[in-house]
DNA sequence: TCGTAGACTTCCGCTGAGTGGAAGGAGCGC
DNA sequence: GCGCTCCTTCCACTCAGCGGAAGTCTACGA
């Protein structure tokens, strides 16, 4: 009665990739059974799959026996076409933005109804942020957040408008704020937060346009605002018309 | 008469990953019978496997029908330990450096016998080069990448000796020179290059240290190493100590 | 307009690759 | 020593995956 009980619509590719996405930012390295349980395999199978991958490289293991991402993987991962596309041409940019603000610098995208962060830049005397390369965040509480969802279909407005998670005390929670701050940001071509992300920390951001399109946001984060918003919102805007340029320039061979 | 000839020792698992890493630098994008022939898969089994891989977000469809990498696996790749938590120790010491110097500045690990580049700040006025992030290059013509050889077990150093392949006219080719060099290297705690990578470019680089260990190398690309070499190395330095001492900082949770 | 070539997609019967329960270590704390 | 937890190996059953063949779509040249 050895058998074989194979959960409906599960395929082995289907368990790989469940294997490789069990691993996100809180949880960089995991055990077998970690693994097994959140892939939803049974210990045996994940213990095959998992030294299958293991001697392919794209995960590694660690001295004690955990698993982590292998660098195989780091590889295949950084050819994804958008973010590395924008990293790529967006760089410069941003040093020269970070040069001239010492602010944290941040180039988004969004992805559904969050932002995702592509790229960022922190010096060592910038305010403290959350944010990392690849992780995501609310869009309507952040400043490249608002300025994505400004510029999403009505769809994806009414859809965030519809769940105002609160994070701090600041954060907008009331649809009706929101819709007429998104108009705002449409009209100024900037969006700013004021701790609504992170207390004791504002941020400014402005559209990255290629074409007609919104491809990005570009934003920093500040302690304040008060001083010299002008001048950081024109900072924005130089450097991200740039990155727009270099984009329209940038795309080789794409039908 | 239908039937299944399996290759040899081919997994599913091997497979999928054989079609992931299909994608390089210069494959950014493959069409089915491309990726079918790169994988060593007969074409309606890469296609079935790559609709599988569609939908689970881990390759992308373009619209004129290609696949590219997905942002799923971008994500992933992202938690990849090593290259990971470097850039994100490294980063605030990389953009000072490059403040003060407006070169290329380089941040790279050996994997094998190449260099791996895990991070690079060009600006705009920056001396064109090669590399990108996740691009791999020989380790003797490189300035990072003698610094990394020089670091290396006698057995990496045995094998790149015995193949020193040419890029541009000044790549070093003979042996007995390349150990020279390599000693001065360890001696002096700096390696340079003069067009042995690119013509019209010239580097300096130095060891990052983590305890005793050379972890990674960091360098930068100038035109000329004329006028203010000893600046530069110094510049290096003090920034290669500073990734080391929080990089020994930085080890939370790993036994 | 039609014919041809090439690439993509769907179908389907055979079979061996994948499955997971069970059992055998290995390490640790009490 | 004893029990607990986690990792690893084994193995018989069976269904998931395989790929040849056939159908579809698009591009291009006559």
Redesign the pocket.
């Known amino acids: 009665?050895?058998?074989?009980?194979?959960?409906p619509g599960?395929?082995?590719?289907s368990?790989t990739v469940a294997l490789l996405t069990a691993f996100d930012e809180q949880h960089r390295r995991l055990?077998?059974?970690e693994l097994a349980r959140r892939a939803g395999?049974?210990?045996?199978?994940a213990?095959?799959?998992l030294?299958e991958l293991t001697s392919l490289g794209a995960l590694a293991r660690t001295p004690s026996?955990?698993y982590v991402v292998g660098r195989r993987l780091w590889d295949v991962g950084l050819l994804a076409p958008t973010p590395t596309d924008l990293r790529e041409v967006a760089s410069p940019f941003l040093h020269d933005l970070y040069a001239a603000t010492l602010a944290t610098v941040h180039l988004a995208v969004r992805d559904g109804t969050r932002v995702l962060y592509v790229e960022r830049l922190a010096g060592r005397r910038s305010v403290p942020v959350v944010s990392t390369v690849g992780s995501r965040l609310p869009l309507h509480a952040t400043g490249v957040g608002k300025v994505l969802l400004a510029h999403a279909p009505a769809d994806v407005q009414a859809e965030v408008a519809g769940s105002l998670t609160p994070v701090t005390v600041h954060t907008i929670t009331q649809p009706g704020l929101l819709r007429s701050q998104l108009q705002a940001v449409v009209a100024d071509g900037y969006a700013t937060t004021v701790e609504e992300m992170t207390l004791g920390a504002c941020s400014v951001a402005v559209p990255v346009h290629r074409d007609a399109d919104v491809v990005a946001a570009l934003g920093i984060v500040v302690r304040s605002l008060r001083r010299d918003k002008q001048r950081l919102v024109s900072a924005l805007k130089v450097a991200a018309h740039g990155i727009g340029r270099s984009l329209g320039a940038g795309d080789r061979r794409s039908r």
């Open positions: 009665m050895a058998g074989n009980t194979s959960p599960a395929t082995v590719t368990r055990t077998l059974t395999l049974a210990v045996p199978t213990h095959r799959l030294r026996g955990e």
